[in-house]
């Protein structure tokens, strides 16, 4: 049985009929539109677009990229290196040439409600993490790492995502016996490696019910303790450490602050370290590109230095900055290959436009990284400021 997961897209936006009079008009602006970037309308190159329907001219023009990404599910056009166009299309900011209503109305919409309150957090969560854990076993790591591996030195996805997790311990300074806390434990990937590998206590919390099965069924033994609980809902009790690996982009900027004070406050001890791992967007916004949010992550939103650095000040001290950026667009193509090579073994429960909208999110994703228009971060905060050279074990990897 084919699943949709309730994408409202799936079954397609068709805009009223154009004369050849209004395609040429539309076609000459998107093409205009797309020269800028170097990509040329049904050109030969790897990265230029070819067109199968010409409504997807007005399609883009009225809805801009929300409009560009629905299409390309709905089969009106195509790109040979998908990832490339993308790449070339941020490199060039084209896609600040592509408002649309729907970006309008997200940013309204924004302002005017806090989108990431507590009784949507379950909700917001199950539309991604939920859909199921084939999927993702497919894509990912043997861990099932869920976040921007570190390729300095691997050869594999596999050794990318250990590289990770071993420089978030190595920052961390974690010791034996250590109590740790991870915010969106995910799989439970982080929590099961530093158990392992460095002999510390974990609990770890999600809002995921799949994420929570998964990592309860497969950590088993570890003296690893997962919760179902949202991060609003932490009480007072102290943890050395404090970890967050991809979670701080469901947040949303109205939380940021409230989101540090909890840590700060509730969760870490005074001599402590929190190791933040975010994307990270260059400019300040409220509001995540509009088709990212209606299909893959609703209501997430990237924050930006100023917004991560209002919300900690107080709170925190600031012991290390470190981007990462540029090792997303490898772990991205990864995971489409890995996807697309596991396609036949997912197309039975998944639909062909799944596989066009998955397709158009990882590799969109991995040409953005690559244009440097997103970064990934790992912030090292502590209470109080550690004193003298306490922190020499915050290196980078060579």
Avoid at 164 to 171: D, G, N, S
Avoid at 172 to 198: C, N, Q, T
Avoid at 203 to 222: D, F, M, P, R, W
Avoid at 231 to 242: A, G, M, Q
């Amino acid at each position: 049985m084919k699943v949709d997961f309730g994408h409202p897209f799936l079954g397609g936006t068709i805009l009223p009929r154009s004369g050849p009079r209004r395609i040429a008009s539309g076609k000459a602006s998107v093409s205009r539109m797309f020269a800028k970037a170097g990509v040329k309308i049904n050109g030969r190159r790897p990265w230029d677009i070819q067109v199968h329907n010409d409504k997807f001219y007005d399609r883009l023009l009225a809805d801009g990229s929300l409009g560009v990404g629905e299409s390309y599910v709905d089969g009106w056009w195509d790109s040979d290196r998908l990832d490339d166009m993308a790449f070339r299309v941020f490199r060039a900011k084209v896609d600040r040439d592509m408002p649309s209503w729907a970006m309008v109305f997200d940013t309204l919409r924004a302002k005017i409600f806090n989108l990431q309150v507590k009784s949507r957090a379950f909700f917001n969560a199950g539309r991604h993490y939920d859909i199921g854990d084939d999927l993702y076993a497919a894509m990912l790591d043997r861990r099932m790492v869920y976040s921007c591996g570190l390729w300095t030195r691997a050869q594999t996805l596999d050794e990318a995502q250990e590289h990770k997790l071993e420089l978030c311990c190595k920052k961390l300074d974690l010791r034996p016996g250590m109590k740790v806390l991870d915010i969106g434990s995910g799989w439970g990937a982080f929590a099961k490696y530093a158990a392992e590998k460095h002999r510390v206590r974990v609990t770890g919390i999600t809002v995921s019910k799949n994420q929570l099965e998964y990592a309860k069924k497969h950590t088993q033994g570890h003296g690893i303790e997962f919760r179902l609980q949202d991060y609003r809902d932490l009480k007072k009790e102290r943890f050395d450490r404090v970890v967050s690996i991809g979670m701080f982009e469901h947040v949303g900027y109205k939380n940021y602050r409230h989101y540090m004070e909890i840590v700060a406050e509730r969760c870490l001890a005074d001599d402590g370290l929190f190791l933040l791992h975010t994307i990270g967007g260059n400019v300040t916004t409220n509001h995540i590109d509009p088709w990212i949010d209606r299909y893959i992550f609703p209501n997430s939103m990237l924050p930006s230095i100023s917004q991560v650095g209002e919300a900690i000040e107080g709170h925190f001290v600031m012991e290390d900055w470190h981007n990462l950026g540029t090792d997303y667009d490898k772990t991205l193509m990864a995971w489409f290959a890995q996807f697309h090579r596991h396609w036949a073994d997912l197309r039975e429960k998944y639909s062909k436009k799944f596989y066009r909208m998955w397709k158009f999110y990882l590799l969109s994703c991995a040409g953005a990284f690559r244009a440097r228009d997103m970064q990934v971060w790992q912030i090292l905060l502590s209470k109080r400021g550690k004193l003298g050279d306490s922190l020499r074990h915050v290196g980078r990897p060579s």
